[in-house]
């Protein structure tokens, strides 16, 4: 296949390492490794067993920079500055966007990892302060990591006036009144601006009347239900400013994404220019997609699978080996060749089990070598966290196993391999974290090791997909009447609502208005509609189902970590199994009301994975597609979901041991779907008989999940699903896809938009799988609540024919 043309590769990676040497013409690298060459790292990988387990080399060359001039609006105190921590010019883009920024036009900076975008916001936004010693910069990341990154380089800086300071949930109630009152540049995220700024307003009036740039940093990750939820609190923000006789320039960075200045003009409300011609040099990469090898036939009952057996999927027999177990075992291979690695895994605990397993690899071959890898993942305590992150930049550590995390924030200077353990579900997320090792001018190599999934099987069969597709547009929908109303009562105790504000907020506002005025929220009156009670709304920006659940150990009253309470019911149950760190704990209660798990220490031989149960109605038809037998239809559903069992799993052979019932309390979801349905008699002609339809739209609907990521900024587990050969609601046989959130977060109407290409997809991954009935690579689901009964792989097919055949185009 034809390699990936550098403007390709720098459309299609991530974000860039936040420090000032990566954003300079003159840039200051670490020194190198010691390891060997990415190229003869990947052949002694490859060598290590029986066959070959690579099914594609990516060779993304090297490329060299093209500098710009300082523009003249840079004052000369500001270029000695950026000087002095060795940028010696910016790059093309760079100037572009900082150009247009200092100029007033909106725009958002869209280039590849590692090509400096904070200079383009820095540039035009500390040109502006030390011209106007009473302008102020407001900068929004979505980490608290990533704020505090960018503190110490404007920070290093040294300008005089300027005063940094970063006001988030760990700044000092003793240091706020001072921020509020000097700092001339806070940092912080949209939760703070959310629950502290926007509410306090009037104590940021100085602030916010002088307001002349908000930096919005990695803006791509504003997608589904927390980019919309953002996307209306800059709105509140933009109204508070207008109040105050303040309109600032926004400056937006974003990992390449597809339209980029559509996608920040949506996050905004404003209109935005993208700067997308990526100018910074980059090293070479290696590029590996990695298919774990087939398993003997009677192995899946008898292979050790211990790793696999806590991991994040509820897994079955396995078709091969498990992607947990090999990420861990490349990453052992990596830290004894002397190569500082970071291995992404999907989940907190497919993170503690790869760092287990590589220690434990590591220690049988040299003993406290295992010393020198650890795990990093979100509910870590914060001290716990800035240690890793010190004892990995200082080469204490070689390896970490980290969730997505660390896709943003620190600053991994020194890093030459990343292993990503599944596809994270977004081509953006792919190059973003492959970009997190390499240094410019350094060799890197990156290692996409597949799960047995359908997605991930696709891909590694079909790199095209990867290296010769454009990345994914980023999907949002402020119109979410889930979101738009909340907010909307949010703006409505900061200042009452008028109706000018409701054009700002954009459509569906008047009737979320009006659905408030009638649920007694608000109060209409001449001047405006007022919020109603004494305490504010309580609204979660980050849609992770409820508030944050934290493990305790019983026996010490220790915090160990936190759970987001919309994953409580599956990893906090009582009797689950909980890693933190390689130690397991078993669950003795979840306090749901008093957001609690008391768990303790002990090393069961067992694992433990939870049970649902699903229901859905169908509450309206916002669109459909009559195709004769098929019909295609978009709308709202209703979705109720319980938790109602888990089963306990022998770690060394993968046997049931038992399954236990559950007492929890079932959720309730109404949200966007996309579903077709099929006449009877069309599958009867295709050869389905009505003994197999079930089993036929089951396996349809896990693939269908499966591939949805390829068209939408999602991932499997943003999604849910459900079958069935006669739903009430269609009186046919019928397969509903619905985002798992609220109100919807734009991914079914992508797939509805995008139908017969997204179907065809799936119908060919089933087909080119290799397995005769069925496996994780094509129509088995990782999170299945039926235990992946009944499946039929050839009769799913012959259900997506009908579909295909009849479907336009």
Avoid at 8 to 15: N, P, Q, V
Avoid at 596 to 605: G, K, N, Q, S
Wanted: aromatic share 6%; glycine share 8%; charged share 20%.
């Amino acid at each position: 296949m034809q390699g990936v043309t550098s403007n390709d590769f720098s459309s299609a990676r991530g974000t860039p390492r936040h420090d000032l040497e990566s954003s300079s013409a003159a840039t200051v690298s670490a020194a190198p490794g010691t390891g060997p060459a990415p190229a003869d790292l990947l052949r002694r990988l490859r060598a290590r067993g029986a066959a070959d387990p690579v099914t594609h080399v990516e060779r993304v060359p090297a490329r060299a920079g093209v500098p710009a001039p300082w523009p003249s609006w840079a004052p000369a105190e500001l270029r000695a500055a950026f000087t002095r921590r060795g940028v010696v010019a910016p790059w093309q883009h760079q100037a572009e966007a900082a150009n247009l920024a200092y100029e007033g036009q909106h725009v958002v900076v869209a280039t590849g990892t590692a090509s400096g975008k904070s200079l383009a916001y820095q540039l035009p936004a500390l040109a502006t302060l030390l011209a106007d010693p009473r302008a102020t910069v407001l900068y929004l990341a979505p980490t608290k990591a990533l704020a505090a990154d960018q503190l110490r380089a404007v920070s290093a800086l040294e300008l005089e006036g300027v005063r940094p300071a970063c006001y988030d949930g760990d700044t000092p109630r003793t240091e706020r009144e001072w921020i509020r009152r000097h700092s001339r540049f806070v940092l912080t995220n949209p939760d703070m601006l959310h629950h502290g700024i926007l509410p306090g307003h009037a104590q940021w009036s100085g602030f916010l009347r002088r307001l002349a740039y908000v930096v919005i940093d990695e803006c791509h990750t504003y997608r589904g239900v927390f980019g919309s939820h953002v996307a209306h609190v800059l709105r509140r923000l933009r109204r508070q400013c207008a109040r105050f006789g303040a309109t600032p320039v926004f400056v937006l960075a974003s990992a390449t994404s597809g339209d980029p200045a559509t996608a920040a003009g949506r996050l905004t409300g404003l209109p935005v220019t993208a700067v997308t011609e990526d100018a910074s040099p980059r090293g070479g990469v290696t590029f590996a997609l990695w298919e774990p090898p087939l398993l003997p036939p009677d192995s899946s009952a008898s292979t050790p699978v211990p790793p696999q057996a806590t991991g994040e999927h509820d897994e079955l027999h396995q078709v091969r080996r498990s992607a947990l177990r090999e990420t861990a075992d490349l990453l052992a291979d990596t830290v004894a060749e002397g190569v500082r690695t970071l291995a992404f895994v999907r989940s907190r605990k497919g993170a503690e089990v790869v760092a287990t397993n590589a220690r434990r690899a590591l220690d049988d071959a040299v003993p406290g070598l295992g010393d020198r890898v650890a795990a990093y993942r979100g509910g870590y305590l914060r001290e716990e966290r800035r240690e890793l992150e010190r004892a990995l930049l200082h080469g204490d550590l070689l390896g970490l196993a980290s969730t997505n995390a660390l896709e943003l924030g620190v600053d991994l200077v020194g890093l030459d391999a990343v292993l990503i353990c599944g596809y994270p579900g977004t081509r953006a997320s792919l190059w973003q974290q492959a970009g997190r090792a390499g240094r410019s001018g350094q060799e890197a190599l990156a290692v996409l090791v597949a799960r047995d999934d359908p997605l991930d099987t696709y891909l590694v069969h079909h790199p095209e997909a990867i290296f010769g597709a454009p990345v994914e547009a980023t999907v949002l929908d402020p119109a979410n009447p889930y979101v738009l109303a909340p907010q909307l009562a949010c703006a409505a105790v900061e200042a009452p609502l008028t109706p000018a504000d409701l054009a700002l907020f954009g459509e569906g506002a008047k009737e979320a208005v009006d659905e408030l005025v009638a649920a007694g929220a608000l109060r209409q009156r001449p001047t405006g509609w007022y919020w109603r009670h004494r305490e504010r709304p309580e609204v979660d920006l980050r849609g992770e189902g409820g508030a944050p659940v934290a493990v305790v150990e019983s026996s010490t009253g220790r915090l160990l970590g936190t759970v987001d309470g919309g994953s409580s019911h599956f990893l906090l149950h009582s009797g689950a199994v909980y890693l933190h760190q390689g130690v397991s704990y078993v669950v003795d209660h979840l306090d749901l009301a008093d957001g609690c798990a008391l768990v303790r220490a002990e090393e069961p031989d067992w694992s433990t994975h939870a049970r649902d149960v699903t229901d859905l109605s169908v509450v309206s038809v916002r669109s459909y597609v009559d195709a004769g037998p098929v019909g295609m239809f978009l709308g709202e559903v209703d979705v109720t979901s319980q938790v109602v069992s888990y089963q306990r799993r022998r770690i060394a052979t993968g046997e049931v041991i038992d399954t236990r019932p559950l007492d929890l309390p079932a959720r309730e979801l109404r949200t966007v779907a996309v579903w077709f349905t099929l006449s009877p008699q069309s599958l009867a002609l295709a050869g389905v008989q009505p003994a197999d339809v079930p089993g036929a739209l089951h396996a349809a609907e896990h693939a269908a999940i499966g591939l949805l990521p390829l068209m939408a900024t999602c991932d499997r587990w943003d999604i849910g699903g459900l079958s069935t050969a006669l739903h009430p609601d269609t009186e046919a046989p019928t397969v509903f896809v619905y985002d798992g959130h609220p109100g919807g977060a734009g991914f079914a109407e992508r797939a509805y938009g995008t139908a017969a290409a997204w179907l065809r997809a799936t119908r060919d991954a089933i087909a080119e799988c290799g397995c005769e009935a069925g496996c994780p690579s094509c129509v088995q689901s990782p999170k299945c609540g039926n235990g992946n009964n009944p499946l039929s792989k050839p009769d799913a097919i012959r259900v997506l024919d009908v579909v295909l055949a009849n479907l336009p185009d």
